[in-house]
């Protein structure tokens, strides 16, 4: 650390132990540069055997059979952030752009690819202290879930569960960061956050939709190596119409069953932009090297005016060792677990983990049919649908982490999902890795 004066008022030290960091003598302003770079592998082993017969001997592939699917094995840059924060004057912000952007495959959202790139915004707000607490404004995570707000440096396997923006909140429109204004304070052994927001995220089109959310944790154990953390949030979510041109944006529950660039199902949406409510209950315990967590969500979309409301739960169970005695360190300000410091420098920390997601729409199975094509030919035949009688979806992942050091980390991930749609199944298939630098 190094200091240099320009004046008594001006006086600054550079701090650049684990980063870059700027800070006044007097304290009032401070700025910090991190970052970090996902470079994936993602290979797809599609199941060939899901086919969709309709009655009059047509069939059709379904999920990770159909062509769209047939190119997503490859590499690609999954996140490249670049993140400035600190403080002036008593206010607080932060500005995270992701160079990896968004894209798509064949028309279809893969998350992220090396074509047809944008830069994407995550956490950009302003803050200041309010109470006990602090209020934010701009964009960021309504306060959802545990795994939700787990930064993706730290989580545990390379793809968020069902129970989270990956699934629950990922269904029509989707919602990870939102727009709108944020409160959290840390309180003894609660943890309390609420938000209220847009249904809108930085470059998306505008909307009328808004919504309101509020998380309570309790942790009477948050020391490294022993966590008791249980977790309760609420969401009311109203798409409403869009203000551009007048159109329902439904929003709903999907499920990515075989990792983020797979086949996807959309379990169910809101219908005339009736809400979205979701009840989500989420428990974890760490005890030494070993951790153990699940999370339950409870979406209830609605179906318009006389229409029944359709329940859509999603669920998870997550537990991880690491085989070098290491433990991950409580984030109690968050109420989540973040990445541990290896406590070996020569050969690093390892952690196997496994999770089982599941989610299913227990009152409708439209989001399951599947559209037969018209024939063509000397005896044409319709278009027609195959009427699924199951709309469920699940997913066993298995992984291993390697930390080499507290920047670099390398994880290896094993998929098998399934989405049983009743008539046929689909079972693919993945394999997935990463590359991690982050400071």
């Known amino acids: 650390m190094w200091g240099a004066g ?10 650049t132990k684990g980063g870059f960091k700027v800070k006044s003598d007097d304290g009032e302003f401070e700025a910090s540069l991190g970052g970090r770079i996902q470079f994936d592998l993602y290979e797809l082993n599609e199941d060939e055997n899901a086919i969709a017969t309709a009655p009059d001997g047509r069939s059709a592939a379904f999920g990770s059979g159909t062509g769209a699917n ?5 590499t690609y ?4 952030y670049l993140t400035l924060k600190g403080k002036a004057y008593g206010w607080s912000y932060k500005f995270e752009p992701d160079f990896a952007g968004n894209s798509t495959n064949n028309g279809v959202a893969t998350g992220s690819s090396n074509s047809s790139r944008d830069i ?54 989707s919602r990870e960061f939102q727009e709108g204004i944020f409160y959290k304070a840390d309180i003894r052994d609660f943890l309390v956050g609420a938000s209220f927001f847009d249904l809108r995220r930085d470059n998306t089109r505008p909307t009328e939709g808004i919504g309101y959310n509020g998380r309570v944790v309790y942790a009477p154990l948050h020391a490294d190596g022993k966590v008791l953390h249980l977790g309760l949030s609420y969401s009311d979510e109203n798409p409403q119409t869009n203000g551009n041109d007048g159109s329902d944006d439904n929003i709903g529950s999907a499920a990515a069953y075989a990792g983020r660039r797979g086949p996807t199902v ?18 974890a315990s760490e005890f030494g090297a070993a951790e153990v967590q699940a999370e339950y969500m409870l979406q209830t979309v609605g179906q318009g005016d006389g229409a029944r409301d359709q329940d859509i739960p999603a669920w998870y169970v997550q537990a991880s060792y690491f085989l070098t005695g290491e433990s991950r360190p409580y984030k109690k300000g968050e109420g989540v677990f973040g990445q541990p410091k290896p406590a070996s420098s020569s050969h690093g920390a390892v952690e196997l983990a496994l999770r089982y997601d599941h989610a299913e729409n227990k009152d409708s199975n439209a989001g399951c049919d599947v559209a037969i094509p018209a024939s063509t030919g000397a005896n044409p035949l319709p278009a027609t649908t195959v009427a699924a009688t199951h709309c469920e979806a699940s997913l066993i992942t298995a992984g291993v982490n390697w930390y080499v050091n507290p920047a670099v980390r390398f994880m290896f991930d094993y998929l098998k999902g399934e989405n049983d749609r009743g008539f046929a199944k689909d079972k693919p298939q993945a394999f997935t890795a990463r590359a991690q630098f982050a400071f």
């Open 70 to 74: 047939d190119e997503r094995s490859s």
């Open 77 to 80: 840059f999954r996140r490249l």
């Open 6 to 15: 320009v004046g008594a008022a001006q006086a600054a030290t550079l701090d």
């Open 266 to 283: 959309v379990l169910g949406t809101t219908k005339d932009g009736d809400h979205a409510r979701t009840l989500g209950v989420e428990v």
């Open 120 to 173: 994407a915004f995550q956490d950009i707000y302003i803050s200041h202290a309010l109470g006990s607490g602090d209020v934010f404004i701009g964009q960021m995570k309504p306060f959802r879930g545990m795994e939700e707000l787990t930064s993706s440096n730290d989580i545990t396997l390379m793809e968020r569960p069902f129970a989270s923006a990956a699934g629950t909140y990922g269904g029509g429109s």
